[in-house]
């Protein structure tokens, strides 16, 4: 499958797809109220998951997360307001917070197995500081993140 490398690890609060560039001013306001209207959030990695598995390929293999979930729905929440404000359509799925390990990953070992083969990683815990927009681009074949704007937390 496609890993995604450590530092491309995210959590993907609206995804906007291609957009203009003379929309970036707005959604950086947009963040920046966000971000500015919250506080840092602690988080912690929760159980291995999958989207969309067709026989022994996973189509996103992901970590769950656990910890101030309902404050993390707060912030995806104003997100999706103030995306919504400037022109972009309402998420209908239910926000599943989660960050992505790989996409396309072919394995025959037994879900539950492979669970268990990364227990030890999960319950480690870490803060959210800032909100990113990112650019997603593809370099040699991989998915990479490139943040083009990002606003730290600043409510306390």
């Not at 499958?1 to 306001?29: A, M, R, Y």
């Not at 396309?104 to 037994?110: L, W």
């Amino acid at each position: 499958g496609s890993w995604v490398p450590q530092p491309n690890f995210h959590i993907t609060l609206k995804f906007l797809g291609n957009i203009d560039e003379d929309k970036v001013g707005c959604i950086d306001k947009a963040i920046k109220y966000v971000a500015y209207s919250n506080s840092p959030i602690s988080l912690i990695l929760g159980e291995l998951g999958y989207f969309n598995k067709k026989g022994e390929e996973y189509g996103v293999l992901w970590l769950g997360i656990k910890g101030a979930v309902e404050k993390l729905h707060r912030v995806y929440d104003m997100m999706e307001r103030k995306m919504n404000e400037i022109g972009f359509v309402m998420e209908k799925r239910e926000f599943t917070p989660h960050i992505t390990l790989g996409r396309k990953v072919k394995s025959n070992i037994p879900f539950n197995e492979l669970s268990e083969s990364i227990e030890h990683k999960l319950g480690r815990s870490f803060t959210l500081h800032n909100i990113a927009l990112m650019k997603s681009h593809e370099v040699m074949g991989k998915r990479v993140y490139t943040p083009i704007k990002y606003h730290e937390f600043v409510r306390y």
